[in-house]
């Protein structure tokens, strides 16, 4: 057998991204993720620097746009949109298993089950992406979430997952309505969310949790030496709103998993609990940070 090993090669004008928020091409596209990877990687690195503000574009570059700007994707029904919800793991063991230190128990176990859309008028950034995650407590006893299980699209989100120690997986197919969210796997259903609209006791605590119950999350970015660096990312500043709701329903949110991967047992089987779908614009400025945790 004779292997063929093609390379690609990336013009030098062509280098650098032109811009990180709005590629023209995938070429572009693909380009900007290397550089966000390689930006995150110095930063990991870097025993002088405990944080990075805006992938290291600096305060102030935050993702909120100007009001006429957000409304014209209101109109056009871009932001972010998709189903959420919160449940107490079956499976404690299985949870715990999750939790490396320095990480440990939070004070109450809880698993997030999110599957979202990000439509910012833009084909060539277009994409979908899910989380299975469990809560933790950081040494400094600030509680955040871990990524169990995170399904996208591309090889391009893939790897940049990957790169950031956040477990991603490139899916067959994923859709995500006002109604449901699905991730297809191998030809069959691997993940999925179903909501029935109705009212919930909880919502306000729902609200609480910010965007998608993504408050903050932790992640452990590899090193060259072997080792890992732990991160916490949140937001920070602005009017005290990164994300604004345009479209809102609550209700039960029945989850289904894959009875044969992993994680399924941190999913009670029959699941049925109050989440949300919603659609969200960035708004009101505020800046994306990633700060090392200290142990």
Sequence with gaps: M??????????????????????????????????LVERTQAFV??????????????????????????????????????????????DLELYRSYISEPLSMPEKPEVSVILVDYHRGNPVTRYQEGWIM??????????GWLSVSVPVPTLL?????????????????MTVTPAKAEVKYEGEVRLSLELT?????DEEDLKKRGMFGMDNAFTFHPKKDGGTCLINWFGRGGDGSR???????TGMVKVY????????????????????YQRVIPVGGGDFVWQKVKV
């Design 197 to 201: 609209p109705g009212a919930v006791v």
């Design 2 to 35: 004779v292997t063929t090993i093609t390379t690609v090669t990336v013009p030098k004008e062509k280098a650098k991204p032109a811009g990180l928020g709005n590629p023209k091409d995938e070429q572009e596209h693909l380009v900007g993720g290397r550089a």
């Design 243 to 249: 994300a604004g709701v345009v479209e809102w329903q």
């Design 157 to 173: 989100m893939c790897y940049m997952g990957i790169a950031w120690g956040i477990p991603k997986y490139v899916a067959d197919e």
């Design 45 to 90: 690195e870097d025993p002088n620097v405990d944080e990075m503000i805006n992938w290291g574009a600096g305060p102030g570059k935050g993702r909120g746009l100007p009001a006429d700007v957000a409304e014209e994707w209101n109109k056009n029904g871009m932001g972010t949109h998709g189903l959420f919800t919160v449940l107490e793991p079956a």
């Design 134 to 143: 469990v809560k933790a407590k950081a040494p400094t006893g600030k509680e």
């Design 257 to 276: 998993v894959r009875p044969q991967d992993p994680w399924a047992g941190l999913i009670p089987a029959g699941s049925s609990t109050s989440g949300i």
